[in-house]
């Protein structure tokens, strides 16, 4: 399940008359910043963190830097960071929906480092090596001659993530192994390259000194081959359940992007949920789940309420009633009704419409075989769609508590819902432009949702392969 890809089309086709990559003249390239600038004016939250002012001082700054770049990896990095500006966690040059030349010039290089990893603080801490040279645990102090920490926050500017939310931000520059594009490698391929094809490291083992090592940098399909692994199929069981000896029952829902799954989750959900009486709790562990589909989250949510839950009022506001038909060409979508969304929408101040039926009823009912047992839901920051709206609604029905860190998201509201995929076609470059703007009507802090307990691993933690947020949910089921 690929956590960070949450939108991926398919429609990675090439448009007729596309001028080839690393060939378009500069009157070409200023006609793809046209296309942005038009297509950015469909953009909900274009306003959201920054005045009209200061995006058209960042575009003029965008086109110099777009139309003056001498190769496709700096067009790249100037629409990237220009797109994190935005600061919409669904507004990016998607990995997976650039063109495959595009992609394999820029994206399969062998420039990764060669293990896996998270970041502790301001600590890069390996969780997996395949080579065995660096044990679980081991701190990464230096990536020739950088320091790591000062290596991540050169590219923090280019990442996605919904507000100053930074802990998401952070989350997307960890390699996990459970996503085949990561951003780190991204990133770090293109701004920092090593070498002659080796990584220079300072590292230093749990309890041990500091030391220099040298290692191999690999490619794109050998980390794909150190990737832990799920079955893929269209009737792939994607979630796991464990019940403990000690009759706390554990969940774990890596993602909810099943679009195009044939599999029956519902049943399988529900079957499980039916079998907790006499259990001493459940404990759902979303930390790797950035989103998806939002009826699994309603699902659990429905198990656990004695009266409907109706979300906390947000509008639903659109920028355009119906796109403009010259634009029509550069956006891909999967349903050509986005095109439309706005038809018969209601005016609101700011160049906003209300969406048509935004009002409709979001009520989750109780549903189901009540649970009277304890519910701990594990939160990270790469919950930030669904799943960041499932641990919201579980703090305010009070159906649980939320253990771990602090999430991704943002409480100020996201967009996303419908999108269009801008495809430029002087440059070749995709851009992901989420179609609604989700508002609350009070005012909330520009932040992620905080747990109730907050629990972070250690290296020593990761070096003695420890859970600390699992076993604190435990505790607090336990003592109850």
Known sequence: MQRRSFVKTGLATLLAGAVPVGRASAADLAGDMTILRR????????YRYATPAQVAARLDALQ?????????????????????????????ANFYNQKKALAAALFDRRTRLPFHFVWLGDAMVVTADASGQLAPGTRIEAINGESATALRNRLLPYVRADGHN?????????????????????????????TAGV??????????????????????????????LTDSGPDAVVWRWDMRPDGVALLTMPGWALYDSKWNWQAWLDERLDSLTGARGLIVDIRDNEGGLEEPGNAVLSRFIDRPYNPPQQEQRLRFRTTPADLDPYLDTWDDSFRTLGQGATPLPGGFFLRPGSADNLTVAPAGKR??????????????????QFASAVRTTGAGRLVGRTTGGNRRGINGGCFFFV???????????????YFPTTAEPDAGL?????????????????????????????RR
């Open 64 to 92: 110099g830097a777009f139309v003056g770049a001498a190769t496709p990896d700096q067009r790249y990095l100037a629409l990237s960071r220009f797109l994190a500006t935005i600061r919409c966690g669904h507004s990016y």
């Open 199 to 228: 990584h220079r490291l300072v590292v230093r083992a749990p309890g041990g000194p500091a030391r220099r090592i040298e290692l191999p940098a690999i490619d794109l399909a050998e980390r794909r081959k150190a990737m832990i």
């Open 423 to 437: 495809r430029l076609p002087a440059s070749g470059i995709e851009f992901d432009l989420p179609l609604v703007g």
């Open 39 to 46: 297509a950015l004016n469909l953009h909900p939250g274009l």
């Open 371 to 388: 649970l009277a047992i304890p519910l701990v839901v594990l939160t990270s920051p790469v919950n930030s769609s669904a799943t960041f």
């Open 166 to 194: 930074d802990g998401k931000r952070v989350s997307l520059l960890e390699v996990r192994g459970d996503d085949s594009i990561e951003t780190f490698d991204v990133f770090q391929g293109l701004l920092a390259p090593p």
């Open 450 to 478: 905080d747990p109730d307990i907050a629990v972070m691993a250690t290296a020593a933690d990761i070096a003695a392969a420890r859970d600390p947020v699992l076993d604190r949910a435990v505790a607090t089921i336990l």
